[in-house]
């Protein structure tokens, strides 16, 4: 029997509801996310969650579009913690009123007076919370009362002990809450009773154990791209089928300077896992050949991949599964209005439509990226691999500006490897989340002993970001980008000048193509 304590985070469509669900995962607690109206309350006793979060979200409880579950869900004897909108909800669903806050819309920073109650044991009586709301509870609904206020707001959490019932307008889960993960620790310990069973090692080891009895005997397939996602799939069906895992990795010439080598010897050499590796450069340059567009590009190399995908495939015969790297936010409902659809997600650009198989494998479909990574340490992955920056699947080609040629690969190759070299070094920590050179089409001239040189513009990019919607630019030392501009123009031919890209995320994308 599955014995692992769940809790359910109830998304009414706020922003911040896979942080929700992120921070109670890091006590050790999974949680999952469901939109407010794919779940009933039986469902939710059957599913044996031990508490239930409320997210907040954007409307006001009386706006007849606001999101609103079955008042039932209070009666089930399952703990709740309401946050902003969803403390809202639980005063108005328990008979409450709400009310537009008196003195307008408190948002930032404010210190929260907090009662003695068992959601507050740890947390002093006076700490800084995170507020961003208009609307807040006006009068509690019987067998309530209120536990804390802020200047601005006279009931800032509210609470029905006998019922384990418990609302905060504040934000625990945004870390400008200083006892917000204290908080949270409260209500999933103290309130719900919960242990932190859900621990990485069990996962994986649960996750081995469960594939080696479902395939035992039989041939499972997975494109394997090197990123983190594919690669850690990869390693955990490996542990659990061994080489009736079929690995196929198609290697487009688009790679950066020696990943193709390094993902051979990570998973061949060093694992043992069953890897075919299509060395397929020349069929994917010839497609290119004279492409300037940056869409066709992708569009030719995406039709590529799942070409040479699938006739690697064919040689192999039936599958009984096709494994994909999904990870949980590609999976995740929102519980944003009734148009929500659930993301699709797959690492090959499209299900190859030639290979039989009966089913889809996704282990990763519970895991956050950061979860993930710990699984992928656990099972033996070096840490370069694992914590290794997203790259985009048609590789060097959306960041070669126009033609493609082996020339111009070869020169970006470089002087991508010597900006990662200069950048990882140590000389900059934390390191951007994304960091890469491009190659221009703008060529320029220079000197270089007593002669003339006309060669190409490499632009350096690096961004932080959290989610890669927007970005920064990142502020690198001048040194840095010293070291690195005088490196790439010593020791790439064929490289004058060297820029660095100072836009941010929007107006410009991350990529430049
Ligand atoms: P942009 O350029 O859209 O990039 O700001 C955001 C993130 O997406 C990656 N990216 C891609 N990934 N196929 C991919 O698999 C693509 O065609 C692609 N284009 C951009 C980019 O590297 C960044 O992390």
């Given at each position: 029997m599955d014995t692992t304590e769940k809790i359910l985070?109830?998304?009414?469509?706020?922003?911040y509801n896979q942080l929700i669900a992120r921070r109670v995962r890091e006590q050790s607690v999974y949680a999952e996310i469901r939109p407010?109206?794919?779940?009933t309350p039986e469902e939710m006793r059957r599913e044996g969650y031990r508490g239930i979060i409320f997210t907040g979200g954007?409307?006001?409880?009386?706006?007849?579009a606001s999101p609103h579950c079955d008042p039932a869900v209070l009666g089930l004897g399952i703990p709740v913690l309401g946050i902003c909108y969803g403390a809202q909800l639980l005063a108005y669903l328990a008979g409450g009123t709400v009310a537009a806050a008196e003195h307008a819309s408190e948002y930032g920073k404010t210190v929260l007076h907090a009662e003695n109650n068992t959601l507050f044991?740890?947390?002093?009586q006076e700490s800084v919370c995170w507020m961003s709301h208009t609307d807040s509870v006006r009068a509690v609904p019987s067998g309530f009362t209120v536990i804390a206020h802020t200047e601005k707001c006279p009931c800032a959490a509210l609470a029905d002990d006998a019922r384990r019932l418990y609302g905060v307008?504040?934000?625990?889960?945004?870390?400008?809450?200083?006892?917000g993960k204290q908080i949270l620790k409260n209500f999933l310990?103290?309130?719900?009773?919960?242990?932190?069973?859900?621990k990485m090692e069990d996962y994986a080891a649960r996750t081995v154990a469960a594939y080696r009895e479902r395939y035992a005997g039989k041939k499972v397939l997975l494109a394997l791209s090197g990123g983190v996602d594919s690669s850690v799939a990869a390693m955990l069906l490996h542990r659990a089928i061994g080489r009736d895992l079929r690995c196929v990795f198609v290697d487009?010439?688009?790679?950066?300077?020696?990943e193709g080598d390094l993902v051979e010897k990570t998973?061949?050499?060093?694992?043992?896992?069953?890897l075919i590796r299509v060395n397929a450069a020349d069929r994917f340059l010839t497609k290119l050949a004279g492409v300037r567009d940056p869409e066709t590009k992708r569009r030719i190399i995406g039709e590529e991949f799942i070409r040479v995908f699938e006739e690697e495939a064919k040689k192999i015969g039936h599958v009984h599964a096709l494994a994909q790297g999904t990870i949980y936010p590609d999976v995740i409902e929102s519980?944003?209005?009734?148009?929500a659809v659930i993301k699709s997600h797959h690492n090959v650009g499209g299900l190859p439509s030639v290979i039989s198989f009966d089913e889809i494998a996704?282990?990763?479909?519970?895991?956050f990226k950061d979860e993930v990574r710990r699984v992928g340490v656990l099972l033996g992955l070096p840490e370069k691999l694992v914590r290794r920056q997203p790259f985009p699947g048609p590789g060097l080609a959306v960041r070669i500006l126009g033609e493609i040629t082996r020339e111009k690969i070869g020169i970006l190759q470089d002087a991508d490897a010597i900006f990662r070299e200069v950048l990882e070094?140590?000389?900059?920590?934390?390191?951007?989340d994304q960091y890469f050179a491009v190659l221009t089409e703008s060529r320029s001239v220079g000197v270089m002993g007593d002669a003339r040189t006309y060669g190409y513009t490499v632009a350096l990019r690096a961004v932080t970001t959290d989610d890669f919607m927007t970005a920064e630019w990142a502020r690198l030392p001048y040194e840095v980008l010293e070291e690195a501009s005088g490196r790439i123009t010593n020791e790439?031919?064929?490289?004058?000048r060297v820029v660095y890209d100072i836009s941010s995320k929007p107006p410009a994308t991350v990529e430049w193509e």
């Open positions: 985070v109830l998304d009414f469509g706020g922003q407010y109206d794919r779940i954007p409307n006001s409880v009386y706006d007849p044991e740890g947390v002093p307008q504040f934000h625990p889960e945004v870390t400008h809450t200083v006892f310990f103290s309130v719900c009773g919960c242990t932190g069973n859900w487009h010439g688009l790679l950066r300077k020696g998973f061949r050499e060093e694992a043992d896992v069953n519980g944003k209005g009734d148009s996704e282990p990763l479909r519970e895991l070094e140590g000389a900059v920590d934390p390191l951007p790439v031919s064929g490289v004058s």
